[in-house]
């Protein structure tokens, strides 16, 4: 059964600090990964990842995937509040337009 | 502006009366899909449409159908609607003929007595 696993589920920071949010995965037939932040609203997409080793970056954030080991990690430097957040990680199965989100994880940073 | 557009926003129904959520976009995207977002669950895919009339299931077909017979609108309809099928609905669109950078509607909120 494919599957898409976040972690943590929840995280809380302080302005400036650096997090890593982890993004696992076992799918039959990889096509891409996808990150999306989420506030009290709809989705909204931050990266496309489909090849191993090369960073996806705009601004603080920036993301890279590992297709060997199947995973793939959100950084966001020097967070902000406005950072604060549901980041959902997604993978994309075959070729077809399956897609399989994971439980996401909540970031809160604190003033 | 390019958007995603669902209908009903917010619905409070009943077990068993047949709804329809309306999804529209505007931006000529062959791919179209609809999630459901449970709290613990994160978003599960429920249908999806590479194309016009072609429709496949997502993780979480049961009682929900969907139709795609032009390219602006994918309704997502509830024969006979739940309290399971309580949840927050969200529609989107791609410009890839798979799934890629999706565009989402705001939402539609679904509550089922």
């Known amino acids: 059964e494919d599957k898409v696993v976040q972690s943590p589920l929840s995280l809380v920071v302080h302005e400036g600090d650096t997090v890593t949010l982890n993004c696992s995965y076992e799918?039959?037939?990889?096509?891409?990964l996808l990150w999306y932040k989420q506030e009290k609203k709809a989705p909204t997409f931050l990266f496309m990842l489909?090849?191993?080793?090369i960073e996806k970056k705009s601004g603080r954030l920036s993301s890279i995937l590992d297709k060997k080991e199947l995973f793939s990690i959100l950084n966001i430097t020097a967070t902000q509040t406005g950072d604060s957040a549901v980041y959902l990680c997604?993978?994309?199965?075959?070729?077809?337009?399956?897609?399989?989100f994971g439980q996401g994880t909540t970031l809160q940073v604190k003033p | 502006e390019a958007q995603v557009t669902q209908n009903p926003r917010y619905l409070i129904t009943v077990t068993g009366k047949k709804l329809t959520v309306t999804c529209s976009q505007n931006?000529?995207?062959?791919?179209m899909s609809w999630y459901r977002q449970d709290p613990g669950l994160g978003l599960r895919q429920i249908y999806y449409?590479?194309?016009?009339?072609?429709?496949d299931k997502g993780d979480v077909p049961e009682g929900y159908k969907v139709s795609r017979k032009e390219k602006r609108n994918f309704p997502l309809i509830l024969e006979s609607p739940s309290p399971n099928q309580t949840s927050l609905y969200f529609c989107?669109?791609?410009?890839?003929?798979?799934?890629?950078?999706?565009?989402f509607g705001e939402g539609s909120r679904l509550t089922v007595l």
């Open positions: 989107a669109s791609s410009p890839m003929t798979w799934a890629g950078e999706l565009f």
């Open positions: 799918v039959t037939n990889f096509r891409s």
């Open positions: 489909t090849s191993s080793g």
């Open positions: 997604a993978v994309v199965s075959g070729n077809t337009g399956k897609l399989i």
């Open positions: 931006m000529n995207h062959e791919y």
């Open positions: 449409s590479m194309n016009v009339e072609v429709t």
